[in-house]
Every structure is written in structure tokens, then in C-alpha cells.
């Protein structure tokens, strides 16, 4: 069995790595940042070590998630489980070098385009999973497809974070409705409040909440407990494209179960990459 994991350098993603490496043949480690990578790898056994790649990517930049993917297919041939786990908030309206938001293209964007290129390795395993995780704030979206990148409306921090977050759900179940014939499984997911990095360094009220609600915050290891749930078990095929929470199914917004909106979010997602596609 073979794992692909972004973010897997802090939080959630770094203990969900560690407590999955040992129930997988081949692991790669889809990271941004080389040395801190290292230092984790370096935690497991011997024989752990030398089933992890590290592949460098930044997911903001797309061309960089493009390499990533095609450095994975030289590597190997098929994919059993990928977690897009990777992901943020952020403070001030940012712009990547290819144009859109940062938030969208952090938490979005990439997840949608190496998804899209492993999508070959996916679909030659037994049983592939995708799973997303995303958050309950996608409860507090307020889309406006005609305008993703913030061009003409005043950038929120918290709303453009709740939009990206309604879209991990949106994409899971359009991943689990065009490839669920074929085999694919694509789960997302909400970990808990969890004390990680995120949102450190937010201020404005989302900060200001975030900072009160630290000392009722669960550990990363207990929010990684339904990413590795959901990497280590057989999900009733009744239940693919679910949304979980605390490793059980849960109702999402009506917006994440809006057929309109996953489709729409489908064709603006393949508009805004094309070049990349
Ligand atoms: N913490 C919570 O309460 C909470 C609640 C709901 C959902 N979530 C979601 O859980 C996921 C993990 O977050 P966390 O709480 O574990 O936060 P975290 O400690 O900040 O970890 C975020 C991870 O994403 C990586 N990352 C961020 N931007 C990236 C980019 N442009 N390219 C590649 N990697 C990038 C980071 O890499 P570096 O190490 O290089 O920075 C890090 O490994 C996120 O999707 C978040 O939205 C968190």
C-alpha cells in the first residue's frame, strides 16, 4: 500500500504521517519545506525511513505541484491512499504569482490540480482513497463564484477561509461521484479544534476568538484520529463523498450537498488551471 500525504510537516499532518507510516510499503511526503521534513523522518524507525520520499511542493505555486506529481509518477505506478490535508488561514488578501488568492490556491487550488495528475496512480490500486480534510467553518461560506480571487469584493480572512474549506467538501463529492464507478473512495473531513500552528498568526476577531479558545483545544494527535481512520478503513461504499467528524458521517451544510455548487466549482476550478491541466 502506498500514501501520499501534503503538509505533513506540523499539526495534524505531521502526526497523521507518523501514525500511518508503519501501515504502508511506500510513503510520500508532499512538503514545502525540506528541512523540517528531514527532522520528522528522522523520528521514525530505520526501516521506516526508508520507505518515505520527500517531494518538494509548494501548493500555491502551481507549477511547482505539477513537478511534484510527475516526480511521484516516476516513482511509482499506482497510489492506494492520497490525504490533502495541507492548508491555512490567512490574514491579509495575498496574491500567488499565478494569480489567485492565497487561501484558495492553498487549500484549493493545488489539492484540485495534483489530485487531478495522481489521479492515473489512484485509479490503478484496488480500492484508492482521497481525503480531504476540511473544516466546520465551511458552515460560515458565502461564495461568490464570480469573483474566487477577490478582484472586485473586499477580502475576509475568516469568509475566504470558510469558502475553501466548503470546497474540500465540494470536491470530494464530485471526486466520489465521477470516479466512484471506478473505484475511487473520497472522504472529507472535520479534525476537531486543534492546537497547531494554524492560525497563529491571524489577529481581527478570528484571531482574537482563536486565541481564547486555546486552552479548550485538542492535541494534533487526537485531531489526526479520523484523517487515520479514514487512511486505515474500509468505508461502507454507501458512504462515499461523506463528510465525517470524530470518525463518524455527519450531516454538512446544504451548500456542501448543493449539486449546482460542486459542479460549478468543478468548471471554475478546470477554468482557473487550465494551463496546468
Ligand atoms: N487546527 C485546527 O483547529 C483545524 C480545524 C479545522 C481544520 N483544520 C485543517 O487541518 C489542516 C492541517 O492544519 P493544522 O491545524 O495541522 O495546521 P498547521 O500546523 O499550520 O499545518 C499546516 C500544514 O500545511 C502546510 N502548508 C501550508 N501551506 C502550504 C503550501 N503553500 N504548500 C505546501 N504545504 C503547505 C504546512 O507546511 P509548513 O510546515 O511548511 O508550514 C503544514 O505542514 C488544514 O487544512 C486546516 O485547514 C485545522
Same mark, same amino acid.
Given at each position: 500500500?502506498?500514501?501520499?500525504?501534503?503538509?505533513?510537516?506540523?499539526? @495534524?499532518?505531521?502526526?497523521?504521517?507518523?501514525?500511518?507510516?508503519?501501515?504502508?510499503?511506500?510513503?510520500?511526503? @508532499?512538503?514545502?519545506?525540506?528541512?523540517?521534513?528531514?527532522?520528522?523522518?528522522?523520528?521514525?524507525?530505520?526501516q521506516d525511513q526508508k520507505k518515505v520520499k520527500f517531494i518538494y511542493c509548494d501548493l500555491t505555486d502551481m507549477e511547482s505541484v505539477v513537478a511534484?506529481?510527475?516526480?511521484?509518477?516516476?516513482?511509482?505506478?499506482?497510489?492506494?491512499?492520497?490525504?490533502?490535508?495541507?492548508?491555512?488561514?490567512?490574514?491579509?488578501?495575498?496574491?500567488?504569482?499565478?494569480?489567485?488568492?492565497?487561501?484558495?490556491?492553498?487549500?484549493?487550488?493545488?489539492?484540485?490540480?495534483?489530485?487531478?495528475?495522481?489521479? %492515473?496512480l489512484l485509479l490503478t490500486s484496488g480500492s484508492?482513497?482521497?481525503?480531504?480534510?476540511?473544516?466546520?467553518?465551511?458552515?460560515?461560506?458565502k461564495v461568490d463564484f464570480n469573483d474566487l480571487n477577490y478582484k472586485q469584493k473586499k477580502f475576509s480572512s475568516f469568509t475566504s477561509y470558510a469558502n475553501v474549506k466548503l470546497f474540500n467538501i465540494l470536491? @470530494?463529492?464530485s471526486l466520489a461521484e465521477k470516479f466512484g464507478e471506478k473505484g475511487?473512495?473520497?472522504?472529507?473531513?472535520? %479534525?476537531?479544534?486543534?492546537?497547531?500552528?494554524?492560525g497563529k498568526e491571524t489577529a481581527g476577531i478570528f484571531g482574537f476568538f482563536w486565541k481564547l479558545a486555546a486552552p479548550f483545544m485538542i492535541t494534533a494527535a487526537d485531531g489526526a484520529?479520523?484523517?487515520? +481512520?479514514?487512511?486505515?478503513?474500509?468505508?461502507?461504499?454507501?458512504?462515499?463523498? +461523506? +463528510?465525517f467528524k470524530k470518525s463518524k458521517p455527519v450531516k454538512p451544510s446544504t451548500e456542501a450537498n448543493s449539486e449546482k455548487m460542486r459542479d460549478r466549482l468543478w468548471l471554475e476550478s478546470e477554468a482557473l488551471l487550465k494551463h496546468w491541466l
Open positions: 500500500m502506498k500514501l501520499a500525504i501534503t503538509g505533513p510537516t506540523s499539526g @495534524i499532518g505531521a502526526v497523521a504521517f507518523s501514525k500511518l507510516t508503519p501501515h504502508f510499503k511506500e510513503v510520500f511526503m @508532499i512538503a514545502r519545506n525540506e528541512a523540517k521534513a528531514k527532522k520528522l523522518i528522522e523520528t521514525l524507525t530505520i511534484a506529481a510527475k516526480i511521484i509518477k516516476e516513482k511509482t505506478s499506482n497510489l492506494d491512499v492520497l490525504i490533502n490535508n495541507a492548508g491555512g488561514i490567512f490574514q491579509n488578501k495575498e496574491i500567488t504569482k499565478d494569480g489567485f488568492e492565497m487561501s484558495l490556491a492553498a487549500n484549493h487550488l493545488g489539492h484540485f490540480l495534483l489530485t487531478h495528475h495522481l489521479m %492515473p484508492p482513497k482521497v481525503i480531504n480534510v476540511s473544516s466546520e467553518a465551511h458552515r460560515a461560506a470536491f @470530494i463529492k475511487l473512495n473520497a472522504f472529507s473531513l472535520h %479534525p476537531g479544534v486543534v492546537k497547531t500552528n494554524f484520529k479520523t484523517t487515520i +481512520y479514514l487512511a486505515k478503513t474500509k468505508i461502507d461504499s454507501l458512504k462515499n463523498g +461523506y +463528510y
